[in-house]
């Protein structure tokens, strides 16, 4: 099949994927008449499952990815997402919604096998083209998603229960084009082929002598790949599956090792880890603080406000990836000026008592944090090995998630237990603490950038930044 052909298969999966009317009014559907729970019962018995499976499922879905070659995930992901909306829609007892919610964390893990895919069955020379391509399909289908939303309860002519039911149709025919999707017969640990297997290349920074601090690249890279081929050499000539997987671990450990020697790898998944923790919480519960602060309001815009945030991020994102700035120099800065602000947003969220002000603070806080977040991903992706890409996002997932789990322990189920609108203040002060540690990080790196006299730029000089092969 050729490359375009795998591209519009996945975008049509990737659309329909995220094509979720239902998602931006769940909360008012599980404490509406449809399925009369308390905000309570949401907020401390449903909604945390969710983050529980999601910590769970990454791992296992992980291994299984590289191990049964990537389709099969593709369309569990399909069916989990399928089976969570059904079940949404016909269960009434809170345990079947406990169910939704593991359903729901099974399906955002296997996503990564979605994300991952075109590494490992399209050609590297079209890897930006797909990639781009899937991206936008995706970002189409969550903007679309929230426009029907909206439009359908603006105008009555779907209820909340009409959409989850639209929302399950949507997920079962992106079922249908995951069948479509040709197998991968390599993948990068378990089943490597030397017809398959990529040398990985030396990674290096946008430009040494903008960046100081991380000129001196980690030369051990070059071992790294070497002792890589011989890992996925020994793999291909053993058959005995033991021996595979005691390879494979060997060869996860050397990919993890070399990203997590380099400093700008750690600092921007530090980053990515602990903010993207508090935007899961944050999109999570956020539906909780407006129907406290709505009550008995009939006109909510829930829907309108996921799709302005979405169309407006993915806008930012592009004109910022278009933006050579000096990241290495600047990154501490730029990520603690940003967190900071994200914190005030939240917070101001928490107080507030108007529900446009909270929506505005919410539209703010999605565009910085899709903005950042996406430069965190082309960041990290810079300084790895390029078949290491699932392995390392994978990881900064997992971490997230497990930051997200203790959070969610000491804030809604343990010690605190605290009502939505602290939890939110705790939230806030969250960001306020990220950024105070990354401003503290940002200041120490200009002092030792200028201690070795070098000049300042705002912007690279070097505009290529391709790896050296």
Not at 102 to 110: E, M, T, V
Not at 202 to 215: D, L
Request: net charge neutral.
């Amino acid at each position: 099949m050729k490359w375009w052909q795998i591209s519009l298969l996945l975008c049509c999966f990737g659309f329909l994927k995220d094509f979720r009317p239902g998602e931006s009014f769940v909360t008012n559907y599980l404490t509406g008449p449809w399925k009369n729970f308390t905000e309570t019962e949401v907020n401390q018995y449903i909604y945390p499952i969710s983050t529980y499976s999601y910590l769970t499922c990454t791992v296992f879905v992980f291994l299984l990815t590289d191990l049964v070659r990537y389709k099969p995930v593709i369309i569990l992901c399909g069916l989990s997402g399928t089976a969570c909306f059904l079940t949404l829609v016909l269960g009434k007892t809170l345990f079947l919604m406990q169910i939704v919610e593991f359903l729901y964390g099974l399906f955002l893990s296997a996503e990564i096998a979605y994300y991952t895919y075109i590494y490992a069955k399209v050609d590297k020379k079209h890897y930006q083209e797909v990639a781009g391509h899937t991206k936008g399909a995706a970002l189409v289908g969550r903007f679309m998603s929230a426009v029907v939303a909206q439009i359908a309860t603006s105008f009555y002519l779907l209820d909340y229960h009409e959409l989850t039911m639209l929302t399950a149709g949507a997920l079962a025919i992106s079922v249908i084009f995951s069948l479509f999707l040709p197998s991968v017969e390599q993948s990068i640990y378990f089943h490597s082929s030397k017809n398959n297997a990529k040398s990985s290349p030396t990674t290096e920074p946008i430009n040494a002598s903008v960046n100081p601090i991380n000129s001196n690249l980690n030369q051990s890279n070059l071992n790294f790949n070497l002792e890589k081929r011989i890992l996925q050499l020994d793999i291909e000539k053993h058959d005995n599956f033991k021996q595979k997987i005691r390879n494979a671990c060997k060869l996860l450990w050397t990919d993890f090792w070399s990203a997590y020697t380099n400093v700008h790898v750690i600092k921007w998944s530090a980053w990515w880890a602990f903010a993207t923790c508090g935007y899961l919480q944050v999109a999570t519960y956020m539906q909780l603080i407006w129907i406290d602060i709505a009550k008995d309001r009939a006109e909510i815009y829930n829907g309108a406000v996921d799709a302005m945030y979405t169309i407006i991020g993915a806008i930012t994102v592009f004109i910022v990836s278009k933006v050579p700035l000096n990241w290495p120099l600047l990154a501490e800065a730029i990520l603690s000026v940003f967190s900071i602000l994200e914190g005030v947003l939240v917070i101001i969220s928490a107080i507030t008592s108007t529900l446009w002000v909270s929506y505005i603070c919410y539209v703010g806080f999605g565009i910085i944090y899709h903005t950042i977040i996406t430069i965190a991903n082309f960041e990290v992706a810079k300084y790895i090995n390029e078949d290491s890409f699932g392995l390392i996002f994978g990881i900064n997932t997992f971490l997230t998630l497990g930051l997200q789990s203790v959070l969610t322990i000491i804030v809604v189920d343990g010690p605190l237990n605290l009502d939505i609108r602290k939890q939110f203040i705790i939230y806030g002060g969250y960001y306020l603490i990220l950024g105070i540690l990354f401003m503290i990080m940002g200041i120490l790196t200009i002092v030792m950038f200028y201690r070795k006299g070098e000049r300042f730029r705002f912007f690279a000089t070097v505009e290529n930044n391709k790896r050296k092969p």
